[in-house]
Structures are given as structure tokens and as C-alpha cells.
């Protein structure tokens, strides 16, 4: 079908996780692999992108998953563009395990100015966007609400960022975001939960040699289901990620 591109991937020792099935980390840089290729395929990749003096930045991911495939099990994932508008574009997913739908995601992206690094419109005209044309679904990446009251906030985690963080712009790649969020998660809590949804925002730049402390919100996570977090770099004007995480139990 017109705008749907379609990649096949084996889950291997480097995308599963210690429950011996595909984890969130992996599944994140599957879903960048595959949008990678996508954008490339169809003209709006990044060489492309900068050619309009311009690259793409994710700002919101949200992922819902029903089953997490086991190791060495294959999975079929199918993404597309849906239309965007002056400063927002969008990006749907699907996660097929044997012909079943297992998950979906979709992610919001703007463009930054390759000069200034500010928000500028997206150069839409004769943009390749390869738009789907039957369907979308039916949600939007979420604003993940996190209290930024000092009293609702319990540091769990300081980082420091390393060269093997950066991505081809520069700054943090998202992967890593979601391996921070991993990271600072009690491992017994880890060991009997699984995540259902993960939802997250991007909001500011995290560079080389920045520290990122990641607290945990205790006003908008219970011990059973949910978990939001809030990462920021010290003395820097606003977060740099909002994270919400639903989980069930095993």
C-alpha cells in the first residue's frame, strides 16, 4: 500500500532483554532503524534535510505494546507519514509478531534550523513525505504530565553522557533517554513487571558532557502500574525529558 514502508527484524542478543524477550531499548532503536531507512528511502532523510539547511527532531514518542516476541523470534514492522502541518510532522508504527498486531507507536517531529538549532517550519514544499493514505491511528503521542515540585520528587539517578551517546546531530540520541529511564528502575520491580505503555518528552538538548539526574515523580506513580519520571541537566532553564511508564505484572 502507497506510504507504508516495511522492515523485518530478528530479536537478537542485542535488542532482548534479561526476560529473554525484545526490550524497550531494543525496540527503540528498532523504531529509529526503521524510520531512518524510510526517510532515506523517500527523500527526506538527513542528508536531505540538510540540503534545506534543517534536521528532524523527535519531540514525543508514545508506544503501546501487548506482547513483548521472545529471542530469536522475528517481527514485521510497518511505518508511514501522516500529514503534517507548518511545524509538526508525525510518524505511526506498527509491530507485527506472525501476522498479529503486538504493538503500535507514534512519534512527533519537528525541524531545527541546522545553523541556530531553533524550531523553524517544516519545508513542506516538494518534501517527499510519502503519506499514507487509508489510515492513521488512533492516538496521538501524549504530553506526559510530571510534577516539577522539589516535595513530589525523588532523585534516583545521575548520568554523565559520553561520545557513545551522541547521535549524527550532535546531541544525545533518544535511545538513549529510554536507557536511562531502564537504569533507573529497581531491578526486583524490573525482574516482575513489564511495560505496556511508554510514553516520552523531549524537551530541551542534552550534550556531551552533560550530567542528566533523573528523579522519579512520586505524585504521578503508584507502586503497582505507573511510574513518571522527569530528567533534567543541573541549573538548566526547563527538563530535558518527561517519561510515563505503564506496567503490568508477569
Not at 15 to 29: C, D, E, P, Q, Y
Not at 218 to 231: Q, W
Request: aromatic fraction near 10%; include cysteine; hydrophobic fraction near 35%.
Amino acid at each position: 500500500m502507497k506510504g507504508i514502508y516495511s522492515k523485518d527484524y530478528v530479536i537478537d542478543t542485542f535488542t532482548s532483554n534479561s526476560h529473554k524477550r525484545l526490550g524497550l531499548l531494543g525496540l527503540v532503536g528498532i523504531l529509529q532503524d526503521i524510520a531512518t531507512f524510510h526517510a532515506k528511502d523517500a527523500g527526506f532523510g538527513h542528508e536531505e534535510m540538510l540540503e534545506k539547511s534543517v534536521f528532524w527532531v523527535l519531540i514525543r514518542k508514545s508506544i503501546k505494546m501487548k506482547k513483548w516476541p521472545a529471542l530469536f523470534s522475528t517481527i514485521t514492522v510497518k511505518t508511514w507519514s501522516r500529514l503534517p502541518d507548518s511545524y509538526y510532522a508525525y510518524r505511526d508504527f506498527e509491530i507485527y509478531s506472525q501476522d498479529e498486531l503486538i504493538g503500535t507507536a507514534t512519534t512527533t517531529w519537528v525541524t531545527l534550523n541546522a545553523q541556530t538549532r531553533r524550531p523553524t517550519e517544516i519545508p513542506l514544499k516538494n518534501l517527499p513525505l510519502d503519506i499514507r493514505s487509508d489510515k492513521a491511528l488512533d492516538y496521538e503521542a501524549s504530553k506526559v504530565e510530571v510534577s516539577i515540585e522539589e516535595k513530589d520528587l525523588e532523585k534516583v539517578c545521575r548520568f554523565h553522557t559520553r561520545n557513545s551517546d551522541l547521535d549524527l546531530n550532535g546531541h544525545v540520541n533518544n535511545t538513549k533517554y529510554s536507557q536511562w529511564v531502564l537504569d533507573s528502575i529497581d531491578f526486583q520491580y524490573h525482574s516482575t513487571h513489564v511495560v505496556t505503555e511508554y510514553h516520552i518528552n523531549f524537551l530541551s538538548e542534552v550534550k556531551l558532557g552533560d550530567e542528566i539526574e533523573v528523579y522519579k515523580d512520586l505524585s504521578h506513580s503508584d507502586e503497582h502500574s505507573r511510574v513518571s519520571y522527569l530528567g533534567r541537566v543541573p541549573g538548566a532553564r526547563k527538563p530535558s525529558m518527561l517519561v510515563q511508564c505503564l506496567y503490568s505484572t508477569h
